[in-house]
């Protein structure tokens, strides 16, 4: 798809979200799905941040002619303590052409630089080492810059670094969370989607980047019944992983795997996960 066909498409899409709230949408999504037994799958762009335009438009513009916009967008709303070009009309048309958008921390920014982890991630792992409170009101920090972008609070989060040492259902104010090998739901303690996540960044450790395929591949080998999640960061473009996220969403998608999203998924009441 050309840059031309691609702004047309962006284009249509905005006037249909401006036009549909996610619930209504969620419920289309949902009757097809539960309907027809289709087996699911995700893709989510973590690191949705102004400071990444350049990747984020290139990763939606080559992933839009395989799934349109049915991709999720991990929104950071104040990367690193700025939340400059969240204004941006180039950012806010684009976070109007996925379909799905969820809260990924307030900064992505961790408070201890110095432990393992936050070497090893870059400090990307903000929620680690914190206690409930502390998150919660990180969370909420992030939810009010989140609800001036996109004019309502995010349903989901996506914990930075995939690190969240508390109980999904400690985050009441949320719909749910998704982390590295499950959907959880916050309001019900037992409600609960299992992931196989293809993710090709590892922090600090570009080397070891096709590792994350293995990790994806034996996910679903030991559990069958685990809905596929492909993870793209903006990173990998530059350290040229996309074209492996393109060749898996193809070939799960000839394996007959639907595109959907985790806010579809959980609110399907009509299948038990
Ligand atoms: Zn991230």
Redesign the pocket.
């Known amino acids: 798809m050309n840059k031309l066909c691609f702004a047309k498409c962006r284009c249509e899409r905005n006037a249909v979200v401006a036009d549909l709230s996610y619930s209504d949408r969620s419920t289309d999504r949902t009757n097809e799905i539960s309907g027809r037994g289709i087996r699911p799958m995700l893709v989510a762009i ?2 949705f941040a102004p400071v990444f335009l350049r990747e984020l438009n290139e990763i939606v513009e080559r992933l839009y002619p395989l799934i349109g916009g049915q991709m999720s967008a ?1 929104v ?1 709303p104040c990367w690193h303590g700025s939340s400059e070009g969240n204004s941006s009309d180039g950012y806010r048309r684009l976070l109007g052409v996925v379909e799905e958008r969820l809260l ?2 307030w900064t ?1 920014q961790s408070c201890f630089p110095y432990h393992p982890i936050s070497l090893l991630t870059g400090q ?1 792992d903000e929620m680690r080492g914190l206690d409930r409170q502390t998150i919660i009101e990180r969370i909420n920090a992030g939810q009010a810059e989140f609800s001036e972008l996109t004019n309502q609070p995010a349903e989901g989060f ?1 914990p ?2 995939w690190q969240l040492p508390i109980r999904s259902t400690d985050l009441s104010s949320l719909g749910f969370v998704v982390r590295y090998t499950v959907i959880e739901s916050c309001q019900e303690p037992y409600r609960a989607y299992r992931l196989a996540t293809w993710s090709w ?1 590892w922090g600090r450790l570009g080397c070891v980047s096709r590792g994350g395929e293995i990790f994806g591949r034996i996910q679903s080998l030991c559990h069958p019944v685990a809905i596929p999640c492909v993870v793209i ?1 903006p990173i990998d473009l530059r350290r040229g992983y996309l074209p492996y996220a393109e060749q898996l969403i193809r070939k799960l998608l000839d394996h007959g795997y639907v595109p959907t999203t985790a806010t579809q998924l959980m609110s399907d009441r009509s299948e038990t996960p």
């Open positions: 973590h690191d991990a950071v990924h921390g992505h990307a996506v930075p670094a960044d960061h």
